[in-house]
Structures are given as structure tokens and as C-alpha cells.
């Protein structure tokens, strides 16, 4: 095995991480905790190269032997430190016996940068160095990750933070980076096997014959209503700055001081429902973009995703960060305290949720399920209709709001022939962006919810979108096939964006589960009610039976993927590049 | 490539200076300035943010956004020719199932046997290869019993079902006579409404008999780990076979109730019932064999699942 870290690159490293970051990310992540750097230090520095390599390392989780993909010999990777304005350079070695590549998730770059083998490069072979090296136009909260197989699930993952040149509109005294990932000890191929060979495989919580006649209808159907997760804590282990629960990351605080976190979740397969008893947490940023504080009690993160949020515990106590999974079959955890060592109490895992007739795009009487008269008139959707059109009113002129295409009515679904890969269209389709998601509609605690996102300044370009491409994402989850428009990316692979052009981007959830859809290179600018003040997104959940518009500006040269970050769906064909051509004559 | 780096820095140099932001230097360290702000964080929507930034700033991120996308030199290692890139996602991938379905020891009054059946498939999301074979041993005063195995070709032509094509061949063997035959086969697997899974399949003889049979089972959830299997088979033939001891109609019908026990997905021990009842023309070949035509036995045994 080469040492990577010989004195040259230690030096580098170090310098490159910044002092703020210091040895703690040499070690193997299960050895130290990650410890938080002060948001605010005189003698960070920002170094011009970055050397990263990449191996197989054993390392200990949870007190468990395995095997990992490591870079720089600690999972997470070493977090970068970056600083707005400046050029990147980093140097990437593969110690592998396999290509590998990193992609800078959210960052806007030139294609060839991006990373993805096969769209933007060639990958990194084996014994290869890479180098990337491109502007920092952006600041904010991302991370990176590998685009090759399934390496993100054996720990080539890290976060990536880029502080900005204009002062950021929200204060803090402390600033910590909480990256949420899952963990198997099973080789992952062999966990899409099983997906493959049994999609319910990873399941433990099914319904059983007590529910068999509430269930008649999904029976009916051939689903499942408690297909929440493919895959659970039936084989993951949930970890916080790759740390078990048990071994309690902790960040520390003076009381009354603001605590900036950096969630990241860089989970293949998982979404999480963070919350800190006690503290209610004020979120700034959403994909490293600065919004229109809001503060919630609790927020899911959809893989890949990133929330900054900024929290004040003024007690001389203990506060446990605790991200449950969606599918409730665990939970990663961590500590604010006032000292190492301390902890409080580790709610318990709430029940996990059923799909309702709403994931289905039905009326959850179900009785309305051959009456399209019913459906029409499904009451939740006129609701969703008044509260958000008001709400968004009341700060954005109303000018803007006419020009705005957002809908949120429930619509037939009258797309739905999609071939063998596609199975259980639903009825209806409709906006859920004022719905905080499964599991979470009825806490009676504040939850963020898509619609609650607002930049704080008005996108540059407020050119109403000349054209709409529809994307439908489709599966047949009996046979564990994932894809879009039916068919998966060896079937059909390219989408044509034109150079210039403002496009709208519409996604239609075909499905009965949330799909994390990550466009690279551009940003995606939600279509959800804010006007001029749409929230820009590298990634955006999809809900079932969801129907959901982002803009985007191509303002971009070269290739690049649109994909499910779900780690599984993507392998197994959501995906497809993104063609950046210039506007046919015909069509300008 | 550094005549690049160095026009790129003075680029941006001279970039960030017309816009006056304080300088990055590419070449040395930066040292942050301290953050502060007269706005702490307000809880309540209010545009406060947006009157920070002017019309600059949206100029500046356009440009930014155009200053990004100049091409950097990609190291010559990497400028091969993009046709011999690999493919970012490997979709068509080949995987494989086989799944021992029932591996048991089956206790009645008359005789008692061993009973297997087994399915396998290997293949991609639309084609399979299949194998299925199932058959049992009796341990009477002379060993005797019956096999069979399929070897198919199935594509997926509904989101839930998959039509298979191939051979079966039969043997039957015992103390007296040992005879084998060979079918076409025509047949669609798949889950029906309600998730029963369902097998049938039409079966053309070499001597072009035909005959048919459908498999339905269902799985209950007593809990997580317990599970009740209910099964229901028929076998049909056209014309009589009597060289096989098959009548025409309905030759058998078959009923099974299995509790089985996952240790894990892959390891599930399970205890059960099944009856086997011959009837029509087939019952009385049987009878002339001397064989029982009602056949109650209860079982035990493991399902396996690799
Ligand atoms: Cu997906």
C-alpha cells in the first residue's frame, strides 16, 4: 500500500484543509471525532492545491472491522475548505484497483471538472492522478463524492465548504459540519442482488394478516404500503460524521452561543427526519444557497441534499442531534453539549408511516378510486391551493406572482402508459410542496417544507421559460427497475437543453416513492410560490404522485447527468446526460 | 498548462478587481476577514435580506456564471477519444436467483417421500434464462419417484409477468419400469391482483399430448419472521396418456399450508400440510397401481433463497 501521506503531501494537506480543519481528518474518522472548526478563525488559510488520494483502507465502525473506500485514509473524506473566488486545484490519486472519479456535488464548473466518468471524463484509472481545477464562483455548504459503481456507499464521500467573499446575512459563533451517511457491511453489489432477487428484502416492517383487509386495496394493486425505504437498518448502521450512534459525535458549545450545522446527507439510500429536542433550529441555507431564515422544529433531508441551520442552546446542557431515518428502522446521532462526555436523552423511533392513497394519487376515501368525479375534488389539494398562494403573496408583489406558473391543483395523470418498466401509475398528480412527506404530517410540530424556501435575493434572470420538458420518473419495483420515461439510461440516454434558453423542467412522480432528482452543473430553481424568489436546488425530492416544476438557466457549455441520487435507482438506469446544444434555427 | 494557470490568475484578478471585491491571490494564503453583521437572524420572512444586494450582484452572477464555464486543459491521460469512455451508470448488469421454494420430507400413512421443488433464473430486467425442477423420492420397499426439469427463455411482457418458452423433460422412475418424455412448454409467471403468485404453463408431449397445469400461492405475514404460505395446484390434460397413468381433465388437484420460519430472508425452516387428490381417469390408474388416490401428509422442511 503507498503511503499518501509522505511530508510533501502532509504539508499539503494540512495547509489545504486549513488549520481550522487540522489532524483530526488524518485519522480514521472511528478513532477521533470529527471536531468542529470556529466558523470565524484569523489564521485559516485557503491553499492552492489540494493532494487527495484514494484507497482501500480498513477502518472500524462501530467497533466492527471493514472494509472501506477511503480518501486520505479517513470516511468521511476529509472535509475542503474552499474559498469563494478562488481556484480550485486538487490532485486526485487512485490507489485503487479500480477507476474512481469525485464529483463536487452543487457546484457550478466547467463540464470536463464535473467529474462523472463517461459524461464529463474518462474517470480516474487505476494508479492515475487527476487534477481539477476549476473557479470557485459560489460559497456555501456541499460536499463530494465518488461517481464510479457504488464506491459512495463504501465511504468515498466528504464535505465540502466554501466560505464567501461578501459577509453572509446571518450570524454565528460556531460552525460544524454534520455529515449523515449509512453503512453496510454487506458488499453493496450484493445488496442490489438481493434488491433484485427480493425487492422487499431489506423490509422487517411489513404489514402482517391484522391489516390484511385495510390492505385490500394495495393487495389489489400488487403494492406495498410499507415500501418506505429500499433499504433499512435491517443492514445499515446510521452514522453522523461517519460515527455510530453509540459512539455519540459530539459538538460543543458555550451557552447562548449560535451554532451554525451544516447537515449534509451523503447517504446512499437514506433520507433522514433531523430534529434537536429542546432547540427549535433556524434554517439559512438549503443546497449551500442562502434563504429566507426559517425556523422549524424539524426537517427531512433527501439524499444528497444540504440544509445549514443555526441553533442557540442557551442551557448549560446537553442536546441530542437525532436524524431518524425515514422508514423509522433507525438513526443516526450526535450531541451539542457544553462539554465531551455528555449526552441527553435519545428519543424514541416514532412508528414508521404507511403509504396512503394520496402517494397513489387517489382520495384517500377509497371508495373513490373508480369515480373520477371524486378525484377531481380531492379536498387536500384545494387546501394545499389556498394557503400557499396566500402565504406566498403576502411578501412578493403581485405582478410577479401572475407570471408565475405554479400550480398545485390535482390533475389526472393522463401520461401513464410507460411499458414493463413502470408499474402502479397514479391516478392523480399534484403539487406536495407544501407537504412536509410522510411520517411527518401530523407531529404537531413545525416541519420545513419545500414551500417554505425563499432566496434571499431575486434570481438574476426573471425570463419566463420558453420551453417544457417533462421528465416521468418510473419504476417497477416487483422487478427493482428504476428509470425515467420508462425507460432506463442503456435504453434511452440523452436530453437536449439548448444553450441560452430559460427551461422549464417538469418531473412527474410515477411512482410510489420519493426520488432525490440532481441535476450537475446548473442550478434548478424551485417553482414553489416565491416568485422572483425561487429557491435554487442542485437536488429536489419528488414525492409519489408528485407533480413539480424547477427553471433552470442554460447557461452552460458540454455534458452533464440528470439522476436519481438514490444510489441503487441510479445504478440500476434513472439517469440520463443532459446535451447542451445550440437552439435549433426553427425553434427560436 | 501553467501559462494557462497564470492567464487564468490575472484573469480573475483582473476580474475580481473590477468589481471590487478584495482580492484573492491565487498564489499565497488569504487570510479571512471576520464576519460580522448588524442583522441577527430573524425568524419571521421578512425581505430584509434582499436589500443588501443591487442590481451588481445579478449583473456579477451572470458573468460569473459565463467566467466558469471557460474550458480548462485536461491533462493529456485524459484526452482519449470519449467513445472509449466507459458508461457513468453499468444498467444492464446480469443477476441471478435461486430460490429452493420447498425442500421437504413429507410423512403420510401410506409412503413416506422426499419432495423438492426449485427455481432459479439468471438474466437482465426483460430476459431470463429460468430453471425449475422439482420432483420426489419415495422410500417404500423400493425406491421409486418422478422428476422433472424446465429449462426456459422468459421476457418480460406486463410490469408483473413474464412469459417463458422452453422444454421440460420428465422421468419416472422405480423398481419396475424407468420412462422419461420431453415437452414444449408455454407459460406466464407473475403476481395477479391481490399478490398471488401465480405459475401456469401449457405443455405440448413429444407425442404431442397436451396438458396443463396452474401453481397459485400466496404469502401471509403472521409477523416479521412468520410466514404462511397457502398453495394451490391443478394439473390438466387433453387426452389420456395411460403409458403415464393420465386420464383427461382434471388429473389433481393439490392443496399446501406452510409455516415457515425466516432466520433470515435466505434461511427458512417450515412445517406444513398438503393433500394430494387424484381424480378422474388418473385416480384409477393410480388405484390399478396400487397406489393411494387421496394423499393427506404432513411436512417439514427449509426454504432457501441464494
Ligand atoms: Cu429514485
Known sequence: ?588 | MNSKIIIYSSFLTGFLSLINIPIVQSETTQHLEIFKLKETITNNNQDIFTQDFDDDFVANENFNQEFAQQEYEVPDTNEENEENWPSPIEDDEIFWLLLVDRLEYRASDGKDLFYWDVQGWVGGDYERIWLKTEGEVAFAEKESGDAEIQLLYGYLIAPFWDLQVGLRYDREYGPDDDKGRVFAVIGVEGLAPNLFEVDTALFISENGDISARLEVEQELLVTQKLILQPRFEINLAAQEVENFGIGSGVNDIEFGLRLRYEINRNHAPYLGINWIRLVGRTSDFSREEGESVDNFSVVGGIRLLF
Open chain 1, 1 to 588: 500500500m503507498k503511503n499518501p501521506l509522505n511530508r510533501r503531501n502532509f504539508l499539503r494537506l494540512t495547509t489545504g484543509l486549513g488549520l481550522a480543519v487540522g489532524l483530526d481528518y488524518l485519522t480514521p474518522a472511528h478513532s477521533q471525532p470529527m471536531k468542529g472548526q470556529k466558523a470565524v478563525q484569523d489564521n485559516s488559510k485557503y491553499s492552492d492545491v489540494i493532494d487527495l488520494t484514494i484507497q482501500e483502507t480498513s477502518v472500524k465502525i462501530g467497533g466492527r472491522k471493514a472494509t472501506g473506500i477511503t480518501v486520505n485514509n479517513t470516511i468521511p473524506a476529509p472535509l475542503i475548505r474552499l474559498k469563494e473566488g478562488q481556484t480550485a486545484k486538487i490532485n486526485v490519486t487512485n490507489n485503487l484497483n479500480q477507476d474512481t472519479s469525485i464529483h463536487w456535488h452543487g457546484i457550478i464548473l466547467p463540464s470536463k471538472m464535473d467529474g462523472v466518468p463517461g459524461v464529463s471524463f474518462a474517470g480516474i484509472k487505476p494508479g492515475q492522478t487527476f487534477t481539477y481545477e476549476f473557479p470557485v464562483i459560489q460559497n456555501g455548504t456541499y460536499w463530494y463524492h465518488s461517481h464510479s459503481g457504488l464506491q459512495e456507499q463504501r465511504g468515498h464521500f466528504g464535505a465540502m465548504i466554501i466560505d464567501p467573499i461578501e459577509p453572509e446575512p446571518f450570524e454565528y459563533d460556531k460552525d460544524y459540519v454534520v455529515i449523515l451517511s449509512d453503512w453496510t457491511y454487506e458488499d453493496p453489489h450484493d445488496v442490489l442482488s438481493n434488491l433484485k432477487k427480493m425487492s422487499a428484502y431489506y423490509n422487517n416492517q411489513r404489514r402482517t394478516i391484522e391489516h390484511l383487509s385495510d390492505d385490500s386495496m394495495w393487495r389489489e394493486m400488487r403494492m406495498d404500503p410499507t415500501d418506505i425505504a429500499d433499504v433499512t437498518g435491517a443492514t445499515y448502521s446510521y452514522l453522523m460524521n461517519g460515527l455510530v450512534p453509540e459512539t455519540n459525535w459530539t459538538g460543543i458549545f458555550k451557552p447562548g452561543e449560535k451554532v451554525r450545522l451544516r447537515f449534509i446527507n451523503a447517504a446512499a439510500m437514506t433520507f433522514f427526519d433531523v430534529r434537536i429536542p429542546g432547540l427549535r433550529m433556524t434554517v439559512v441555507q438549503a443546497d449551500g444557497q442562502n434563504i429566507q431564515p426559517v425556523t422549524v422544529d424539524e426537517f427531512r433531508i433527501g439524499v444528497s441534499e444540504t440544509y445549514d441551520v443555526i441553533v442557540q442552546p442557551r442551557k448549560e446542557e446537553a442536546y441530542t442531534i437525532f436524524a431518524e431515518t425515514m422508514d423509522r428502522s433507525g438513526y443516526a446521532r450526535g450531541t451539542l453539549a457544553i462539554s465531551k462526555g455528555m449526552s441527553a436523552p435519545i428519543p424514541k423511533l416514532r412508528e414508521r408511516p404507511v403509504r396512503s392513497m394520496k402517494d397513489m394519487g387517489m382520495n384517500h376515501d377509497m371508495s373513490g378510486m373508480n369515480n373520477n368525479s371524486t378525484m377531481n375534488h380531492d379536498s387536500s389539494g384545494h387546501n394545499d391551493h389556498g394557503s400557499m398562494n396566500h402565504d406566498a403573496s403576502e411578501n412578493m408583489d403581485h405582478t410577479t406572482m401572475e407570471h408565475d406558473m405554479f400550480n398545485d391543483e390535482a390533475v389526472m395523470n393522463d401520461s401513464n402508459d410507460f411499458g414493463v418498466g413502470n408499474a402502479g401509475v397514479p391516478m392523480m398528480v399534484q403539487s406536495r410542496l407544501n407537504e412536509p412527506g410522510i411520517g411527518l404530517e401530523n407531529t404537531g410540530t413545525r416541519i420545513l417544507v419545500y414551500s417554505d424556501l425563499r432566496n434571499i435575493i431575486p434570481g438574476y434572470d426573471q425570463r419566463k421559460p420558453d420551453r417544457e420538458i417533462e421528465l416521468h420518473l418510473t419504476g417497477n419495483m416487483e422487478r427493482y427497475m428504476w428509470s425515467f420515461n420508462g425507460k432506463k439510461y442503456s435504453e434511452e440516454k440523452e436530453i437536449t437543453f439548448y444553450k441560452g434558453e430559460r427551461l422549464r423542467l417538469t418531473f412527474i412522480n410515477q411512482t410510489m416513492m420519493e426520488h432525490p432528482i440532481h441535476l450537475h452543473g446548473m442550478w434548478m430553481e424551485l417553482d414553489n410560490g416565491a416568485g422572483q424568489y425561487k429557491p435554487r436546488k442542485h437536488t429536489v425530492i419528488v414525492k409519489p404522485a408528485e407533480k413539480m416544476s424547477v427553471e433552470v438557466n442554460v447557461d452552460v457549455t458540454g455534458k452533464w447527468p440528470l439522476h436519481c441520487h438514490l444510489l441503487y435507482h441510479m445504478k440500476v438506469g434513472m439517469f440520463r446526460t443532459v446535451a447542451i446544444a445550440d437552439r435549433p434555427v426553427e425553434a427560436s
